[in-house]
């Protein structure tokens, strides 16, 4: 579900520099087509040549049906296990962390988690991502993924009779075999995620730190713990492409890495009539009625009326409420179930903030890890100037470039830095922020030290904006506070995928039920980091295009808009129609399913696949929004 959107928002096509006639001005940039080279054009990385040109020229087109006829009708390359995870039986590893036991999906112990598989190559001439980085993030971009390789371990491949699912057992395959010979054929019939993820704790209890003693014991580092929660609702459908990238979700971040995470579906039930917390049996059945067998066990239900009463009213008047609707609804408050989860389980250290149109083409443990790593060494200073901006490295240089431009044009703007917790506003009242959020010395005299080796507070996926200087449709949309008084300094990140620290969920929590405080739900976890001081980061991930953009010119248009409707952030956001990741992404929907071999807009499918290069292999990325996954194949 993405949170924002639907009816209220709305791609407004105004007469403005922005657009040119005929269409908005990058529609008018050439096409990348590097993308659908299949795996029949693998190389190794010492041979690729991305397609980008960044429109100096024309890009190198698409590799036609006839010059694949000379090509081998077999990948040049095999797959080979893709392995993000510390070497648990290293010397190195045991001498400073608790033995780390194996994990199996079976009660029996008999089939162990498996590996997913990807190419050491890229399809010759793919794209580069236009914003984010690989190399910063410390995640591998050397590696590619087919649809087998990825998902084949999952049950992608094979019929419902040896345990699969049927999809992809009519699809282009050549090589496929190649990875099955590695993994077998897994019977996921009677498979229960929830007690294979109980069995992986049980086995590595000893691992994980007690949130309420040190982090070091018996002279062995504690590992901090994650739960995991997709936001599902009652009548959503389970489609097979969905089941494989959950279980995957769960194998690779749980089970692989020995109960580091948790995974926990909080299912909405949107009938408030039903008596969920009266009877357990109607507890069970509605968990039965609503999700795949496999997933029952991994269930947590909510409801509406529950967070009525778990943050009752009143809450008071909010400056504009463009939804409409009650405070206490999902739309305007899909945080307060996650609130209320934290509560329920002190055990976690952070909690993922997940929607079930999310899709991650790569290995969740590694960019899970990565983006923590990443986020724990960034430093204070500059944080929030920074993670306002897109980072281009094709324009920007290394990311210690990027810092150094991003602090010398807020300098030159006169702008003043954001250094500590921003509290001294008009205000109705507030809880005290933490004590370590007060800056140790002045903005000047830190050289990028303090919050270095600090765990983030909170990840987002897009930067965190200033909604005044937009026309974001729900800027005003904050509850709580005087309304007399000038609206709070607030901060945004657009779709409410984030990873929330322990700390940070607890002022949440804090700030609602104690000052009836909330905002929007992509306003609210930002902003209460805002006004509290506590550390949050944008994570530039790797975000692909469908078009060779001019990179100066899309740092203008994404870091420096002129007027607060030129702001992708509102009605500027159509120059995101075109990329891999934004709540109203059309291509990113395009390619997750002419990856998975299916025809879209009249291209792809088996025969096209067969006759040309053969199926996509993509690197990591990921992809929002993924409406539907059901396409023709041919």
């Known amino acids: 579900m993405a949170i924002a959107g639907g009816g209220i928002r709305h791609h407004v096509k105004s007469k403005h520099k922005d657009e040119k006639p005929g269409g908005f001005y990058w529609q008018h940039y050439n096409r990348l ?99 984010g980085s690989y190399q910063e993030l410390e995640m591998d971009d050397e590696v590619c993924f087919d649809r087998f390789g990825r998902f084949g371990p999952y049950g ?18 050549a090589g496929s075999e190649k990875v099955f010979e590695k993994t077998g054929i897994i019977d996921y019939t009677n498979m229960d ?21 040190n982090e070091v014991a018996d002279g062995k580092k504690k590992i901090k713990r994650h739960a995991y929660i997709l936001r599902t609702w009652t009548g959503f459908y389970y489609n097979e492409h969905q089941i494989y990238s959950l279980r995957a ?63 009752p009213p009143p809450f008071g008047e909010a400056f504009e409420n463009r939804a ?52 724990k060494k960034q430093p204070r200073k500059g944080i929030w100037e920074r993670a306002e901006r897109f980072y281009i490295p094709e324009y920007h240089g290394t990311w210690d470039n990027f810092t150094e431009l991003v602090e010398r044009e807020n300098r030159e703007a006169g702008r003043e830095p954001i250094w500590g917790p921003v509290n001294q506003f008009p205000n109705s009242g507030m809880i005290p922020s933490p004590p370590e959020t007060t800056p140790p010395r002045t903005y000047d005299e830190d050289n990028y030290e303090w919050g270095v080796g600090e765990e983030a507070d909170l990840i987002v996926f897009n930067p965190l904006f200033d909604p005044s200087t937009t026309n974001w449709v729900f800027k005003l949309d904050a509850t709580g506070y005087n309304t007399t008084l000038p609206v709070p300094p607030r901060r945004s990140a ?69 007027h607060e409707w030129e702001s992708p952030f509102g009605w500027g956001e159509h120059n995101l129609l075109g990329s891999s990741f934004y709540y109203n992404s059309g291509f990113s929907g395009a390619l997750w ?31 929002h929004p993924i409406k539907h996954e059901r396409g023709a194949l041919d």
């Open 33 to 131: 087509n590097g993308y659908y080279n299949g795996v029949r054009t693998l190389v190794p990385w010492s041979q690729y040549r991305p397609e980008n040109r960044y429109n100096i020229t024309e890009p190198p087109r698409l590799i036609t049906s006839k010059e694949a006829a000379s090509l081998s009708p077999m990948p040049p390359l095999d797959p080979v296990a893709f392995n993000p995870y510390p070497d648990y039986g290293s010397y190195e590893y045991m001498k400073e962390h608790p033995k780390v036991a194996r994990c199996y999906l079976d009660s029996e112990e008999r089939v162990p988690a498996p590996d997913v598989y990807g190419y050491p190559g890229l399809p010759q001439n793919m794209s580069v991502p236009f914003y």
């Open 156 to 173: 992608y491949g094979y019929n419902y009779t040896q345990g699969g699912l049927g999809p992809g057992n009519f699809s282009e395959n």
């Open 193 to 213: 995620w929830g007690r294979a993820q109980r069995a992986c704790l049980q086995k590595n209890i000893g691992r994980f730190a007690d949130p309420a003693k």
């Open 249 to 311: 979700m769960i194998n690779e971040l749980s089970l692989k890495s020995g109960g580091e995470y948790d995974v926990h579906f909080l299912l909405h039930v949107k009938n408030n009539s039903i008596p969920i917390w009266a009877d357990k049996e109607v507890y069970q059945k509605t968990i039965e009625e609503n999700m795949p067998r496999e997933f029952w066990h991994m269930t947590t239900l909510w409801s509406e009326a529950q967070m009525e009463l778990y943050y």
């Open 324 to 375: 409409g609707s009650g405070i206490h609804g999902v739309y305007r408050s899909a945080h307060f179930p996650v609130q209320w989860f934290a509560q329920q389980h002190p055990e976690y250290d952070f909690f993922w903030n997940w929607e079930m149109d999310m899709r991650y083409l790569g290995h969740y443990y590694e960019f899970n890890t990565a983006l923590g790593n990443w986020a």
């Open 494 to 562: 657009i779709i409410t995928v984030a990873r929330y620290s322990k700390r940070l969920v607890n002022v949440m929590h804090e700030e609602t039920f104690r000052l009836r405080h909330t905002m929007f739900p992509e306003m609210w976890p930002p902003t209460v980091c805002l006004h509290h001081g506590l550390k949050a980061v944008y994570a530039p991930h790797p975000v692909y295009f469908d078009r060779d953009w001019e990179v100066n010119y899309m740092d203008k248009v994404f870091n420096h808009p002129q």
């Open 593 to 623: 399913r002419r990856w998975f071999g299916q025809r879209e807009n009249g291209e792809g499918g088996k025969t096209h696949e067969e006759k040309g290069t053969g199926r996509m292999c993509l690197r990591s990325m990921l992809h």
